[in-house]
């Protein structure tokens, strides 16, 4: 059993910044993947960013060069700083990691950015 929490979602204006946090726990012997994705209201949940093992990183267009993803592999846990955020970010963020033989998710939590 493989548990992901989240943390870190907040209300904040726009212009400003978020860190959230995701820490992996349990049966565990090794993470792979691990990412951010997004699910607005009314919309499909849609990819964020991710980042292997080894540090490479791909980001959504939307996001790119305001938010950078990290991972702490000792920890297995991942981050994902958010700046210059705007309006549009509003989402539910959901934790993803790859624990072989299977994937998990995490319960979310909520990032609202007002105008």
């Known amino acids: 059993q493989v548990r992901l929490v989240e943390s870190g979602g907040d209300l904040v204006q726009a212009g400003g910044s978020l860190r959230l946090s995701c820490a992996a726990s349990?049966?565990?012997?090794?993470?792979?993947?691990m990412g951010w994705y997004r699910q607005a209201p009314g919309k499909q949940r849609e990819l964020v960013a991710t980042?292997?093992?080894?540090?490479?990183?791909n980001y959504a267009d939307s996001v790119k060069g305001r938010f950078t993803i990290s991972r702490d592999n000792a920890k297995n846990s991942v981050y994902l700083q958010m700046n210059s955020l705007k309006p549009e970010d509003t989402a539910v963020y959901y934790c993803?990691?790859?624990?072989?033989?299977?994937?998990?998710w995490g319960q979310g939590t909520q990032v609202t950015v007002s105008s």
């Open positions: 993803n990691a790859e624990v072989p033989p299977s994937a998990y």
């Open positions: 349990g049966s565990i012997s090794v993470v792979f993947g």
């Open positions: 980042i292997t093992r080894g540090g490479r990183t």
